[in-house]
């Protein structure tokens, strides 16, 4: 503060200003300004400081100006025998007194952690042996954990331990908000309305931070961190009101937030992208002008038959084996791309260990739940195992509000204290992405990661997407794709075959995709993301079954870019073939979705995507599905060609067309399989090879499973069929805290 008037001026300021003693930053300037002056403020010890609850800041002239709480206070007033000057007490709140005593002075009774201890051990929270195993883990850790999060993450204290004993040391009110009789009527109440709009949403999920009150001269606030500067300043300028704070748990603030915005947060996570971008939303399935085409092609179709049949017969025949024999020919040479190089982002040792621990961001897990309970115990180990700093771990199990039964598990599970419980409102759509916007909306990390609940990530799979995204921050790269596999393969015939698939898909086509900057359709799981460009794409459709492949694509249209990274998270392969069909129906179904979707505009999605995008789009959706709904016909009548020879194939296949048919079954089935026996061997599971042999089988199954998607997607196109786990004979958990290479286990 800088008073530039005369001394008689000065004098008449005498207890009548309020002033703030947090620091601050000038319009337009990143620097920031501490307003207490260190020189004045060594005027006075810092124990007459503490105990008058008086601060000297600044001097003007032969003017003291005096910060206290009680400016009309003996100790206050007798601050004028210790100083030379002329002294004018000025009114602040004890909470900027005690920041700005500890900013001069030093914390009180040595280290603020040992401090904080001190209390919870006087408070019977917890023991002195506990403390001291703390502080050995904080001093041996690369980056300044917090002693708190260090004691919760352990064990030893909760949220509201670290709460009360916070507000001990500083001297700050306690609310609780948790416990409140009429908390959920406080923060719904219009009164507060203004105080909420005073910032934007994301600001108080971001500084954990909510609103009590509001009056003319202050605004009332409950925050978990109450040295949280950049917070109190940016609500002391937007308000031009005094910040008075009151500490409270995590929790506490959590449940307070999640009662004032569930309305909002329901209905963010299953129409935000239908409003943003109704035309990228699988909301309506078909649009009027893809039904006139899809109506027109099928008249004509049948005139064409009923004129001519062997004419049209012979147009539709040549048009199959084309798209057939394209989509084959795409999809071998873009896999050759990959199999003979890495056609990804290597991250070494080297590059995680030059990574310092203190700049990592806070990083959000979100692991959508649903009939969970049996995997509950694996998946928390899983996620324990994250080489991340757990301070910095936001990590959200998403619970749909109508499964008891994993609710229950998971309140009874003794989670660590940077998991927390999520639960989703029951409505429709009744999908995963739907579950994955709900817990966006509540996500603080600047970056994110879904995982699945089987899900086994490889324990740095965080530090290599940080190096990754930090490696390409001028390219637009907005995701990260780590590479899925299974940890029982060996279970029976069908997860070998499972196995292989996702080895073909992960070791060689969204590598391929990768390399040549083509769209890439995201795995459902391990995808890691700017957390900032999700907000701005408007997240998952909710209303796509394969939500992940759709926003792969519209990524790529807005002008951001997908990389893959050389690391790996284990799933539990399905052994159950009823299990298993639905998993590939909702799959084959998804990809159609997103086929119609973004076929709406043909023209457009050529110019957002290029020519080689467009083309690779295509091959990788729409000749996904079509290959396996195109197979067994084919399939079919080949073996009629050869085995009855009727008039009718024998005219259509003829010449050209039988050359080229011929060519398409080489290429869709023995080039294919030869292209599963390459995945496996480049993903090290050589024991595949041989079962790699009968992928044909395996895609007689893919058919069914593709015909019964067709058949949803004309009347259920949005249901979601759940997919079962726990179903592994392989017992994880004793190999997950020893076997740092899941794949180990299922050998």
Same mark, same amino acid.
């Given at each position: ?60 002239? =032969? ?96 949220? $509201? ?68 500067? =950049? ?78 049949? +062997? ?21 071998? $040479? ?9 056609? =990804? ?54 619970? =749909? ?28 759509? &009744? ?119 759709? +926003? ?29 069909m639905r998993q590939r129906s909702r799959w084959v179904k998804g990809y159609l979705q997103t086929w ?7 023209? &457009? ?50 010449? $050209? ?28 599971? $050589? ?61």
């Amino acid at each position: 503060m800088s008073v530039d008037t005369d001394e008689r001026g000065i004098a008449e300021l005498e207890g009548k200003l309020f002033i703030s003693l947090r620091p601050y930053k000038l319009h337009g300037q990143s620097v920031w300004h501490d307003p207490v002056e260190l020189k004045v403020a060594h005027l006075i010890s810092g124990e007459m400081s503490r105990a008058w609850q008086v601060l000297p800041f600044q001097q003007t002239g =032969e003017f003291i100006f005096v910060a206290a709480v009680d400016t009309g206070s003996s100790a206050a007033l007798s601050v004028t025998e210790f100083v030379e000057g002329k002294v004018i007490l000025c009114r602040v709140e004890l909470e900027d007194l005690v920041h700005a005593q500890d900013r001069v002075y030093g914390l009180l009774s040595g280290l603020p952690d040992e401090r904080l201890g001190a209390y919870l051990i006087a408070s019977g929270r917890i023991s002195p042996a506990e403390l001291s195993a703390a502080l050995q883990e904080q001093r041996s850790a690369d980056t300044k954990i917090k002693i708190g999060s260090i004691l919760m993450n352990r064990g030893s204290a909760s949220h $509201w331990d670290i709460a009360e004993a916070f507000a001990m040391q500083r001297g700050l009110p306690l609310i609780d908000l948790l416990n409140g009789n009429n908390t959920a009527a406080l923060f719904c109440d219009p009164s507060l309305f203004a105080a909420w709009s005073l910032v934007d949403e994301r600001f108080w999920f971001r500084h954990l931070i909510v609103p009590l009150a509001l009056d003319e001269y202050s605004v009332t606030v409950a925050m978990v961190d109450v040295d949280d500067q =950049e917070a109190l300043v940016q609500l002391q300028s937007l308000t031009n009101r005094r910040v008075r704070v009151f500490v409270t748990g995590y929790r506490d603030v959590m449940m307070a937030l999640n009662l004032r915005f569930r309305k909002e947060h329901e209905e963010e996570s299953r129409m935000s992208l239908l409003n943003r971008s109704p035309e990228d939303s699988a909301f309506k399935q078909v649009s009027r002008v893809q039904a006139f085409w899809l109506i027109g092609f099928a008249l004509a179709l049948a005139v064409g038959f009923v004129l001519n049949s +062997l004419v049209a017969g012979t147009v539709l025949a040549a048009l199959v084996e084309v798209l057939y024999g394209v989509t084959s020919i795409f999809r071998l $040479w873009a896999m050759q791309k990959s199999a003979g190089r890495d056609a =990804e982002f290597i991250v070494t040792k080297a590059d995680i260990d030059s990574i310092p621990l203190t700049s990592l961001p806070e990083y959000t897990v979100l692991v959508p739940l649903y009939r969970e309970a049996a995997v509950l115990p694996t998946l928390t180990e899983a996620i324990k195992r994250l080489q991340y700093p757990k301070d910095r771990l936001d990590v959200k199990f998403l619970l =749909e509000e109508d499964d008891t039964e994993t609710i229950a598990a998971a309140r009874d599970a003794g989670l660590p204290n940077y998991i927390e419980l999520v639960i989703v409102p029951a409505s429709e759509p &009744r999908t995963k992405p739907k579950a994955c916007n709900y817990g966006l909306t509540k996500a603080r990390g600047e970056y994110l990661v879904i995982f699945d609940a089987e899900d086994i990530p490889e324990p740095d799979q965080l530090l290599k997407a940080i190096t990754v995204f930090r490696q390409n921050e001028n390219d637009q790269l907005a995701c990260v794709q780590a590479k899925l596999s299974y940890y029982n393969e060996n279970q029976n015939i069908q997860t070998r075959w499972f196995t292989a698939e996702y080895a073909n898909w992960f070791e060689l086509m969204l590598p391929a995709l990768f390399t040549l900057r083509m769209p890439i359709p995201l795995g459902g799981s391990s995808n890691h993301f700017r957390t900032a460009v999700l907000r701005e794409l408007g997240a998952w459709d909710p209303f796509n079954v394969t939500e992940d492949a759709d +926003l792969g694509v519209r990524l790529h249209k807005t002008g951001y870019h997908t990389a893959v990274m050389n690391s790996v998270t284990y799933e539990e392969a399905n052994s159950d073939f009823v299990n298993w069909m639905r998993q590939r129906s909702r799959w084959v179904k998804g990809y159609l979705q997103t086929w119609l979707v973004h076929m709406r505009h043909p023209i &457009r999605l050529w110019k957002e995507l290029k020519p080689i995008g467009f083309f690779g789009f295509q091959a990788t959706i729409g000749g996904t599905a079509l290959q396996f709904l195109l197979n067994p016909i084919l399939w079919g009548l080949t073996l009629s060609w050869y085995l009855f020879r009727p008039m009718f194939l024998m005219a259509v296949f003829s010449g $050209w067309i039988f050359y080229l048919g011929s060519l398409s079954l080489f290429l869709g089935n023995v080039a294919f399989t030869y292209a599963n026996i390459v995945g496996v061997l480049k993903s090290g599971r $050589w024991s595949l090879a041989k079962w790699a042999l009968l992928s044909p089988i395996y895609w007689l199954f893919m058919s069914i499973a593709s015909y019964k998607a067709l058949i949803q997607l004309i009347f259920k196109p949005s249901y979601w069929e759940k997919t079962v786990h726990g179903l592994s004979n392989v017992k994880v958990n004793e190999h997950l805290l020893l076997d740092q290479n899941p794949k180990n286990i299922g050998a």
